[in-house]
T-cell receptor, first 113, second 110 residues
Framework: KAGVTQTPRYLIKTRGQQVTLSCSPI?????VSWYQQTPGQGLQFLFE???????NKGNFPGRFSGRQFSNSRSEMNVSTLELGDSALYLC????????????FGPGTRLLVL | SQQGEEDPQALSIQEGENATMNCSYK?????LQWYRQNSGRGLVHLIL?????REKHSGRLRVTLDTSKKSSSLLITASRAADTASYFC??????????FGSGTKLNVKP
């Protein structure tokens, strides 16, 4: 089985722009979670989608949004980028609701100038 | 915050030595997991210990869980240079809420 894939792997944007990141989960996995990783804050949970519905949401401003499609692929969007949004964005998938282990993609590294 | 917190933040040892890292969390959990991250990549699941378990082994990994102290430890025995990575604990609540700590950066010198 192919692993979790994320595109693009690297991205450079300027302040005020918006960005869309994509995540394709492992085949058969219906839950996708997104995390922001920065050196100072560690992994911060953004949101989780299951069967196209947002189930959980972390403490991030409304500039961060996401969605999930019927094929379980997920996108996250950040609008009006700020310098502090520079981070590694990781997505993780799980097979079914309440499966205990998450499988992570390689991440998208976003640099905001 | 319900996040797991790792200790130490960084650890440097010689190949062949054991590495121990600790994790603390705030409230009752369903299970606790440890993940490894190689430089700037995704996390890889290492081991899971349930709230009713006290110790678990997997190869050179040994995990303990003390629910009374709300803490866990990960022991890597006979470390190798390839074990150099960051290690994260994740406290799982309500079976679907994952809270990761800030990680322990392990450097194993050959």
């Amino acid at each position: 089985k192919a692993g979790v894939t994320q595109t693009p792997r690297y991205l450079i944007k300027t302040r005020g722009q918006q960005v869309t990141l994509s995540c394709s989960p492992i085949s058969g996995h219906r839950s996708v979670s997104w995390y922001q990783q920065t050196p100072g804050q560690g992994l911060q949970f953004l949101f989780e989608y299951f069967s196209e519905t947002q189930r959980n949401k972390g403490n991030f401003p409304g500039r961060f949004s996401g969605r999930q499609f019927s094929n379980s692929r997920s996108e996250m969007n950040v609008s009006t980028l700020e310098l502090g949004d520079s981070a590694l964005y990781l997505c993780a998938s799980r097979h079914i609701e309440f499966q205990e282990t998450q499988y992570f993609g390689p991440g998208t590294r976003l640099l905001v100038l | 915050s319900q996040q797991g917190e790792e200790d130490p933040q960084a650890l440097s040892i010689q190949e062949g030595e054991n590495a121990t890292m600790n994790c603390s969390y705030k409230t009752s959990i369903n299970n606790l997991q440890w993940y490894r991250q190689n430089s700037g990549r995704g996390l890889v699941h290492l081991i899971l210990i349930r709230s009713n378990e006290r110790e678990k082994h997997s190869g050179r990994l040994r995990v303990t869980l003390d629910t009374s102290k709300k803490s866990s430890s990960l022991l890597i025995t006979a470390s190798r240079a390839a074990d150099t990575a960051s290690y994260f604990c994740a406290a799982i609540y309500n079976f679907n809420k994952f809270y990761f700590g800030s990680g322990t950066k392990l450097n194993v010198k050959p």
